[in-house]
């Protein structure tokens, strides 16, 4: 990567399953205008997605998919570095060096990611689901980071990040900079469709997610068995009404209407023409952002996975370097 003036922003998705809205207004869709102004790095994390159990073939095809998502959201590979994790190995080396000379037990222990993906099993889960923020610090910090733009689950893992950034840094002089997690407002936590005290989740059953992949009429279906809130206004009131504001938040992120023009619009209506609407909405969307999807080969995101492979690579071996030798353990 060609050094610039500009901050760095680091982020990425699991190839773990099927992408879905929340993942894309969470995250993904707030890249896409932050790439202009940052040098931009994207990455596409198999890692963290071997924490739990994958099938090989499948995860081939996710890892092409979730790059070819980006790009027909927008990021573009000729201004952001788009790269696969298990290509450049400093990811693995530093998180395990983060184990062992930042990262404490009590830390892992305080994470709630873990203790909502582990639930009852959290003695058979594997070490990797456990150790999973400790990779991520790794990943951020290789290079060099600024910001992190993540949706809001992943704002305890960044501040971990921090945390081993500045125990690492107090024992053995400064080498990591500081990230910072960058959230936005709207669309940070998107719930499911059908449990709306949940986020929306790869994991979870269809019925819970629009998945970016879904035909118009599969995500009308899912829309129009969405839960509803007790009441037939359509309002925004997180607390009384969370299935609704959660609708309406999808509905307002993919128009850019604004949700109170929206609170006016369905005055007096009830959630049946709501839902059609919203669903034709989403509808459209999916299918502009397919037809892109859609355009790109195999071939060429292979090259481009290729290709910002080698442009990452020299930053994360570069601190990579720095941080062994702070250890003593490199040249010796
Ligand atoms: N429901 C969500 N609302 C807003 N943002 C979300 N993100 C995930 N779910 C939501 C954000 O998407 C980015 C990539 O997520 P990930 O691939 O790291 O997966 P995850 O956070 O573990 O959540 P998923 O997609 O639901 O996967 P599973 O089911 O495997 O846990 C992140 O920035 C995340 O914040």
Same mark, same amino acid.
């Given at each position: 990567?060609?050094?610039?003036d500009?901050k760095?922003?680091?982020?990425?998705?699991q190839p773990?399953?099927?992408i879905?809205?929340?993942?894309?207004l969470?995250?993904?869709?707030?890249?896409?205008?932050?790439q202009d102004?940052?040098?931009?790095?994207?990455?596409?994390v198999?890692?963290?997605?071997?924490?739990?159990?994958?099938?090989?073939?499948e995860l081939?095809?996710n890892?092409?998919?979730?790059?070819?998502i980006?790009?027909?959201?927008g990021i573009n590979?000729?201004k952001?570095v788009?790269?696969r994790?298990?290509?450049?190995s400093?990811?693995?080396?530093l998180?395990w060096?983060?184990?062992c000379a930042?990262?404490?037990v009590s830390?892992?222990n305080?994470m709630?990611?873990?203790?909502?993906?582990a639930?009852?099993?959290?003695? =058979?889960v594997s070490v990797g689901?456990y150790?999973?923020?400790?990779l991520?610090?790794?990943?951020?910090l290789?290079? =060099?980071?600024?910001?992190?733009?993540?949706g809001e689950?992943q704002k305890?893992?960044?501040?971990l990040?921090?945390?081993?950034?500045?125990r690492?840094n107090?024992?053995y002089?400064?080498?990591?900079?500081?990230p910072e997690? #960058?959230?936005r407002?709207?669309?940070?936590?998107?719930?499911g469709?059908?449990e709306?005290?949940?986020?929306?989740?790869?994991?979870?059953s269809?019925?819970?997610y629009?998945?970016?992949?879904?035909t118009?009429?599969?995500?009308?279906k899912?829309i129009?068995?969405?839960v509803?809130?007790?009441?037939?206004e359509i309002?925004?009131?997180?607390?009384?009404?969370p299935?609704?504001?959660?609708?309406?938040?999808?509905?307002s992120?993919?128009?850019?209407?604004e949700i109170? #023009?929206?609170?006016?619009?369905?005055?007096?209506?009830?959630?049946?023409?709501?839902?059609?609407?919203?669903s034709?909405?989403?509808?459209?969307?999916l299918?502009t952002f397919q037809?892109?999807?859609n355009s790109?080969?195999?071939d060429?995101?292979?090259?481009?996975l290729? #290709?910002?492979? #080698?442009k990452?690579?020299?930053v994360?071996?570069?601190?990579l370097g720095?941080?062994?030798?702070?250890l003593?353990i490199?040249?010796?």
């Amino acid at each position: 990567m060609a050094k610039s003036d500009k901050k760095t922003i680091f982020s990425g998705v699991q190839p773990s399953g099927t992408i879905h809205i929340g993942n894309y207004l969470g995250a993904i869709k707030n890249w896409v205008g932050l790439q202009d102004k940052y040098d931009s790095i994207f990455c596409v994390v198999d890692y963290h997605a071997i924490t739990v159990k994958q099938e090989p073939e499948e995860l081939g095809r996710n890892i092409l998919d979730v790059v070819k998502i980006y790009m027909a959201s927008g990021i573009n590979p000729e201004k952001s570095v788009i790269f696969r994790q298990s290509d450049i190995s400093a990811h693995t080396e530093l998180a395990w060096i983060l184990n062992c000379a930042a990262a404490r037990v009590s830390d892992l222990n305080k994470m709630t990611q873990f203790k909502d993906k582990a639930g009852q099993e959290k003695e =058979n889960v594997s070490v990797g689901l456990y150790d999973y923020p400790v990779l991520m610090a790794a990943d951020i910090l290789l290079y =060099n980071t600024d910001l992190v733009p993540v949706g809001e689950d992943q704002k305890q893992h960044v501040e971990l990040a921090r945390t081993l950034a500045r125990r690492f840094n107090s024992r053995y002089g400064e080498v990591f900079k500081i990230p910072e997690v #960058e959230i936005r407002k709207e669309g940070a936590r998107i719930m499911g469709l059908d449990e709306a005290n949940k986020k929306m989740s790869k994991s979870a059953s269809p019925a819970n997610y629009i998945a970016l992949t879904d035909t118009p009429e599969a995500a009308a279906k899912k829309i129009t068995r969405a839960v509803t809130d007790s009441g037939k206004e359509i309002k925004y009131d997180k607390e009384n009404k969370p299935a609704i504001s959660n609708l309406l938040t999808i509905y307002s992120l993919l128009s850019g209407e604004e949700i109170k #023009e929206l609170e006016k619009k369905y005055q007096g209506k009830g959630y049946g023409d709501f839902k059609k609407d919203l669903s034709r909405t989403v509808g459209e969307f999916l299918t502009t952002f397919q037809k892109k999807y859609n355009s790109f080969e195999d071939d060429e995101v292979r090259e481009i996975l290729k #290709e910002g492979a #080698e442009k990452a690579r020299p930053v994360a071996e570069e601190t990579l370097g720095r941080v062994k030798e702070r250890l003593g353990i490199k040249n010796s």
